[in-house]
C-alpha cells in the first residue's frame, strides 16, 4: 500500500509553512546527513586509489571486472563495510563465477515485505585498469550510503541493500536474484536501481527516471518525482518511459515487480545531444571527473525514496532531530531570493542577514514557529548594495549560517 502524503499548507506574508508528519522529519535528517567525503571515502577504495585492509593484508582494487582479483577484493571490501552497520549480509552464488552481495535490514512490522536498493559492483573494460567510477563506483558507494544512514533507524517494512555482480556480462546476477524472489514468491514493494549517477558535465542538474509504464512502475515513479520536490532535493528529472532495459532494473521488470532505474542524463530520447559520459568504459573512468554536487542530490533522492516506500521510523530520543538552512535559491540574485529552512522543533528562531563585518543589515523572521519547514521570500532590491552576505537561522539549540551573493 501506498502511505498517504500529508502535508499541511499554510501561508503567511512572503513566507510559505509546511507541516509535516514525523516520517518526514526522520526523512528530512536522514538525508542531510548524506556525505560526500564518505561517498569519496567509498569511492577511493572502489577505483583503487586508497587501498583497504582485510584479512592480514593490504589490497588495492584496480579493476572490479569479473575476470580480475579486484572483483574478489570489492567484495570482501563491500561485505566488510555492510556487516560494520549491524546489518545481516549474505552471499548469493550463481553460475560458475557470480556473487552477489545481499544485505537485509529486517522491517519491524511486516518483515517479508521488502524494498530494495541496489546497483552493480563490478566494472569495464575487461583488461587493465578499470576504476568504473561513474559506471558504477557511484551507484555501489550510494548503496552503501544509504546502509551507513538507513541502519540508524527501524523500518516498518525490509530494506534489501543489493550489488550485483556481472551486470556487464548481461545483468546476469539481478536476473537470478529477481528470477528466484518470483519463484520464492517474494513481496517486493519497490525497487530503485542504480547505475552511473555521478556524472554531470554540463551542471544542469539533469537525471533520468526509467519505467516500465506498468501501474506500480509509474506509482513508483511519481511518489520518486514527488520526493525530490517535497524534501527539496531539486534535481531536474525527466521520467523515461518506454525504459532502457541495459540495467538491472530490468531483471525485475522481467518478473512484474515495480523497478525504476535513476541515473544521470544518458538516454533521455527527447534531447540531442544527451550528457553522455564520454569517458563510460574505459580506463578514463575516475572519480575525479564525478560531480558531487549531482552526486551527493542523486545519493539523497535514492534515500529519500527508499526511507520513504519503507516507512523509517525512529523511538522518542533515538535520533536527535537537527534544523536545517538550506542554500538560497537563485543565488546569486538580482532581486529576490528564496530561502529555506527546516525546524525540528516547535520554538522561536530568527533569520536575520549580516555583512561580512558581522553587522545586521536585515531581520527577515523574529517569531514563534511550530516544527516544520518554511520558505520566505527575501526581496533584497533598494535594501542591499551588491556583495556577498551572511544568512543565519538563529534558535535555542544554536545557530546554522549559510552565504548568499546578491548581484545588483
Ligand atoms: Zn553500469
New binding site residues.
Given amino acids: 500500500m501506498l502511505k498517504k502524503y500529508i502535508r499541511t499548507f499554510l501561508l503567511f506574508l512572503n513566507c510559505a509553512a509546511y507541516i509535516y508528519g514525523q516520517t518526514d522529519y526522520l526523512i528530512f535528517n536522514a538525508i542531510n546527513k548524506v556525505s560526500v567525503d564518505s561517498l569519496k571515502a567509498n569511492l577511493r577504495i572502489l577505483t583503487g586509489i586508497d587501498s583497504f585492509y582485510n584479512n592480514g593484508q593490504y589490497k588495492k582494487i584496480t579493476s572490479r571486472h569479473k575476470e580480475c582479483p579486484g572483483n574478489v577484493y570489492a567484495r570482501e571490501y563491500l561485505i566488510a563495510k555492510l556487516s560494520s552497520y549491524g546489518l545481516k549480509v549474505d552471499i548469493e552464488e550463481f553460475e560458475e563465477d557470480g556473487e552477489n552481495i545481499i544485505a537485509l535490514q529486517k522491517g519491524r512490522a511486516a518483515s517479508n515485505s521488502y524494498v530494495i536498493i541496489c546497483a552493480?559492483y563490478d566494472s569495464m573494460p575487461p583488461t587493465g585498469y578499470a576504476p568504473g567510477a561513474d559506471?558504477?563506483g557511484s551507484g555501489t558507494a550510494a548503496v552503501i550510503e544509504a546502509a551507513r544512514l538507513i541502519s540508524n533507524y527501524d523500518t516498518k517494512y525490509s530494506v534489501v541493500y543489493a550489488l550485483w555482480d556481472n551486470?556487464?556480462q548481461g545483468l546476469r546476477g539481478s536476473n537470478y536474484y529477481a528470477t528466484n524472489a518470483a519463484l520464492r514468491g517474494d513481496s517486493i514493494l519497490a525497487v530503485i536501481n542504480l547505475?552511473?549517477i555521478g556524472w554531470d558535465g554540463n551542471n544542469d542538474f539533469k537525471a533520468d527516471l526509467h519505467s516500465d509504464g506498468k501501474p506500480l512502475t509509474s506509482l513508483l515513479a511519481d511518489e520518486i518525482i514527488s520526493i525530490n520536490k517535497n524534501y527539496l532535493i531539486n534535481l531536474n528529472i525527466e521520467l523515461v518511459y518506454p525504459g532502457t532495459t541495459r540495467?538491472d532494473h530490468y531483471s525485475f521488470w522481467l518478473q512484474n515487480y515495480p523497478a525504476v532505474l535513476l541515473i544521470e542524463d544518458f538516454y533521455s530520447p527527447k534531447e540531442t545531444p544527451n550528457d553522455f559520459n564520454p569517458f563510460y568504459h574505459s580506463p578514463l573512468d575516475q572519480m575525479w571527473r564525478i560531480n558531487y554536487d549531482f552526486y551527493k542530490k542523486m545519493t539523497q533522492l535514492a534515500l529519500a525514496a527508499i526511507s520513504f516506500r519503507a516507512e523509517i521510523f525512529a523511538e522518542e530520543g533515538q535520533i536527535p532531530l537537527v534544523n536545517i538552512l538550506y542554500q538560497n535559491y537563485p543565488n546569486p540574485f538580482n532581486s529576490s531570493t528564496v530561502i529555506s529552512y527546516f525546524l525540528a522543533n516547535d520554538g522561536n528562531a530568527k533569520l536575520k542577514i549580516f555583512d561580512l563585518t558581522g553587522k545586521e543589515v536585515a531581520s527577515l523572521v523574529d517569531r514563534y514557529h511550530v516544527k516544520g519547514l518554511y520558505q520566505i521570500n527575501f526581496a533584497a532590491e533598494g535594501k542591499l548594495a551588491s556583495g556577498i552576505y551572511y544568512y543565519a537561522l538563529i534558535t535555542e539549540s544554536g545557530s546554522e549560517i549559510r552565504k548568499l551573493l546578491f548581484l545588483k
Fill in positions: 552493480h559506471d558504477n551486470e556487464e547505475d552511473m540495467s
